[in-house]
């Protein structure tokens, strides 16, 4: 996206450290949609909503809001219903839902402009006429420190219906942004803002630096006229029948190709072969015909040294056509035990001896990795996401031991394969696969072999800083592992 580019360009030429503020509003901004929606829908699908409720958000849906008196109105209204709780059971909701539903609506895009302005060093905060705790678990999972919201009134650790003060919302917002701009000593004029609302035009004006998200009439007026970006990001409610169609050609494609291959093992017993071939025509054609491209660099390092056990960061059910894609022969790996039993995969996955991992006991996780040595003393490479499951963001989570201490057992070398924006093209739970390109970057081969017991966790933080700084600072060129032993 040649905008988003040109934005995070100006970011980096810009001012750089604390003094410079970046708000971003959150509804509408940074996820698609609007977080309350997905509350409502939890409370019909739990039948716990009441008439006032149904009432309430259904006028609220066709009400055109003009002030911030009457948004306060109906804003009290719709949280009376939250009295009587305590604050840790509202939070514990709030949490779930991002889970399950709000993180999916991630604009992927404004992700990296939040992670533009930190490592820019700015004060970033998410301003918006939402709760926090609406907001605390995007924040958290982006690492945004600040957030200014509408507060509610806790009394002894009970919500009890009420709000400390205004909700942030129109003039509100905007001042609450001054007022924070103040305390922290952050200059407004050299400061950003991001909003999609016609009622978030004085929050933008309070900014010196403002753009226009996904922007709604009257803001779009507004930003033509005074010349401010404007960033349009890509919808993340619901996938495109472009979308739904490739996939279901991708998956009918693997599946096709996994019959024909167990077919092909049944016949000839030759279940290594049988394997490769799914792995490499299957993942080929169903990436094909999902509209999915794969882009790699340092692609030598695929080959560099085998056997090896290849780690990812792990995104996506697309990332099982991408290492397939790209590994394509002599590979195994380590999967979660559930995918034993689903049919077809599951007889595929025991045919190229995969390594079943049971998550929910660690003395069976552990016995569960020694067949993966095993494996790579006879010549196979392991593939392994040491985050031990899918990423709800982009952001790479802690690193568990298991990859590594298999590359020590078999005295192989850990190959990182950094997968920059797979989750872009399908998140974590979507059925979809949008068409597109992933990006990925493979760094030099890491000789674990003389790390010592007592660094072993100093080292596995190194290698996922690798993964970050990978991320962050994505390579025009081919890139080299920086200060830890790679394998000659």
């Known amino acids: 996206m040649k905008e988003l580019e040109i934005a995070i360009s100006r970011i980096q030429a810009g001012p750089q450290g604390p003094s410079v503020g970046a708000f971003f509003d959150f509804d509408g901004t940074l996820i698609d949609g609007y977080s309350a929606a997905e509350y409502f829908k939890e409370r019909l699908r739990t039948r716990k909503i009441s008439l006032k409720e149904i009432v309430t958000g259904v006028g609220a849906s066709f009400k055109d809001i003009v002030d911030e008196a009457e948004f306060a109105e109906l804003f009290k209204e719709l949280i009376s219903e939250w009295a009587g709780n305590s604050e840790e059971e509202v939070r514990e909701l709030w949490a779930r839902l991002f889970i399950e539903r709000i993180a999916k609506r991630m604009f992927h895009e404004g992700y990296s402009l939040v992670q533009a302005h930190i490592r820019a060093g700015h004060t970033v905060a998410i301003a918006s006429s939402a709760t926090r705790y609406q907001i605390e678990s995007l924040a958290a999972e982006y690492d945004i420190e600040h957030i200014l919201a509408t507060e509610l009134e806790v009394k002894r650790g009970i919500v009890n219906g009420k709000l400390i003060g205004e909700p942030l919302w129109g003039k509100n917002k905007a001042e609450a942004v001054r007022q924070f701009c103040k305390q922290k000593k952050i200059s407004l004029t050299k400061s950003y803002g991001y909003a999609n609302g016609d009622e978030d035009i004085d ?21 033509e006229n005074t010349e401010w970006p404007v960033l349009n990001f890509d919808p993340r409610k619901r996938a495109p029948l472009k979308a739904v169609a490739g996939t279901i050609g991708a998956y009918s494609a693997m599946t096709a190709t996994m019959l024909a291959g167990m077919a092909y093992n049944r016949f000839y017993n030759e279940p290594r072969r049988a394997a490769d071939m799914i792995g490499t025509i299957g993942s080929e054609l169903g990436l094909a015909l999902a509209g999915i491209k794969v882009n790699i660099i340092n692609e030598h390092n695929l080959w560099k040294l085998r056997p090896a056990v290849f780690i990812l960061n792990h995104q996506s059910k697309l990332d099982f056509f991408i290492f397939y894609n790209i590994i394509r022969r002599e590979l195994t790996g380590v999967v979660k035990k559930e995918a034993e039993n689903v049919p077809i995969i599951g007889p595929f996955l025991r045919m190229a001896e995969m390594s079943f991992l049971d998550r929910s006991n660690s003395k069976k996780a552990i016995e569960a990795l020694q067949p ?3 494996r790579l003393n006879r010549g196979l490479s392991v593939a392994i996401a040491p985050e031990g499951t899918r990423s709800y963001t982009p952001k790479v989570g802690r690193f568990k031991k298991g990859a590594f201490h298999i590359a020590r057992q078999a005295g192989v070398p850990v190959i990182p394969v950094v997968i920059r924006n797979a989750g872009e093209l399908m998140w974590r739970e979507d059925s979809a696969m949008r ?6 970057c493979v760094l030099d081969p890491i000789d674990v072999s003389a790390w010592a017991a007592d660094e072993l966790d100093d080292k596995i933080a190194e290698v996922r800083q690798l993964f970050v700084d990978t991320i962050d600072d994505w390579p025009s060129t081919p890139a080299v592992s920086k200060n830890i032993n790679t394998a000659v």
Request: contains cysteine; aromatic residues 4%.
């Open 203 to 223: 929050f933008l004006c309070a900014v010196g630096l403002p753009t226009a998200v996904n922007p709604q009439q009257k803001l779009l007026v507004k930003a």
């Open 372 to 374: 993966a040595v095993d």
């Open 435 to 440: 068409a597109g390109t992933v990006d990925i």
